[in-house]
């Protein structure tokens, strides 16, 4: 069974910086994909960042030069760092996995900016 374990989210001033983990376990198929995921208060949830097993890198127009997504593939784990975040960025945020198997889902982690 596949589990997506998040953390690293919390409360942080406009401006500040947050790093967001998901490490997922019981992977038995080949990634395609690792990607987070945002969703505001009253708002659908959006593609934030995608990093392809190819090693092509996607991002919202929103955060294109403030977050960054990484990889460590021996561990299977994604990374998010935000940098410079704005009270616009305030969402749970979602870890999300493709693989040949299917597409798996992490718990969601709160990340509220404000001051």
């Known amino acids: 069974q596949v589990q997506l374990v998040e953390s690293g989210g919390g409360l942080v001033q406009p401006g500040g910086s947050l790093r967001l983990s998901c490490a997922a376990f019981g992977i038995s198929s080949s990634i395609y994909a690792m990607n987070w995921y945002r969703q505001a208060p009253g708002k659908q949830r959006e593609l934030v960042a995608q990093?392809?097993?190819?090693?092509?890198?996607h991002y919202e127009d929103s955060v294109k030069g403030r977050f960054t997504i990484s990889r460590d593939y021996a561990k299977n784990t994604v990374y998010l760092q935000m940098n410079t975040l704005k009270p616009e960025d305030t969402a749970v945020y979602y870890c999300?996995?493709?693989?040949?198997?299917?597409?798996?889902w992490g718990q969601g982690t709160q990340v509220t900016v404000s001051s």
């Open positions: 990093i392809q097993s190819g090693g092509f890198i």
């Open positions: 999300n996995i493709e693989t040949t198997g299917g597409i798996n």
